[in-house]
């Protein structure tokens, strides 16, 4: 039997998403593990041409990206669309509505070196609004040790941090705003949040939240698909330059309301 968004998600989480930024939720996907497996080795072999692997300059094992991709495979779309997911969003955000933004797969292979680096997504993003969710859901156990990590609070700070491409150049020619602070050096001043999660987890998070995640170097895989939601109040936005994910064909208004066959409306189900 599925349980609904309300028997899965508490007051005191909802509670934490709002205030802290990010908030662990247990076991609310395992059904939908097993076909998200299969769907990650599908796309591995079918990749999108937003595919992006990162292979490490001293030989480690590669880091596969890829967006934009949930209604491509079987697997992906259950877990989009089927599951309690855009309940859950809606719930989260204090949204009478849930759309879904886009997908981003992340695949480190054991031994890979690469360091996801401090960010806010919302500055990557052709799309501004304050009810925003994100799902981290593993697909492989993650010790707390090499899990990703957020920095409590930090989607209040109204602050609207550079972004930067994963191998340190900016996103944006020519971007003034204010660079990420260097949280590694401030962590005893900050509060930190991460947990050891399992297959079926997920660690709900604000598009503003700061986050990164260290390399793999254990003998395990570490596969993740994380999917970002919208509510009532997003609105396009242009910026400088390329999105990430970029949408090249898509034609857009600034401040127009944020809705199109690209980003469909899921909660409440039509």
Known sequence: MTLNAEELLSDVQVEQFQSKGAVLLKGVFLDWVESAQAAIEENKSNPSWRERTYRPDDGGAPFFQDYCVW????????????????ALAARLMTSKTARVFHDHILVKEPGNSVVTPWHQDQPYYLVEGQKTVSFWVPLDPVPRERTIEYVAGSHQWGKSFRPKRFDGTDLFENDTSEAVPDVDAERDNLEILGWAVEPGDAVAFS????????????????RVISVRW????????????????????????????FEGPNFPLLYPAS
């Not at 209604?71 to 855009?86: E, H, I, N, T």
């Not at 109040?233 to 994910?245: L, M, N």
């Open 230 to 257: 919208v509510g009532d109040d997003a609105r396009f936005v242009k910026r400088a330059g390329t999105t990430s994910p970029a949408f090249p064909d898509l034609d857009y208004e600034d401040g127009a309301p």
């Open 207 to 222: 598009f503003r939240t700061l986050h990164g995640a260290p390399a793999n170097a254990s003998p395990t895989r570490r």
């Open 71 to 86: 209604s491509q495979f079987d697997g992906y779309k259950a877990l989009v669309a089927d599951s309690p997911m855009p």
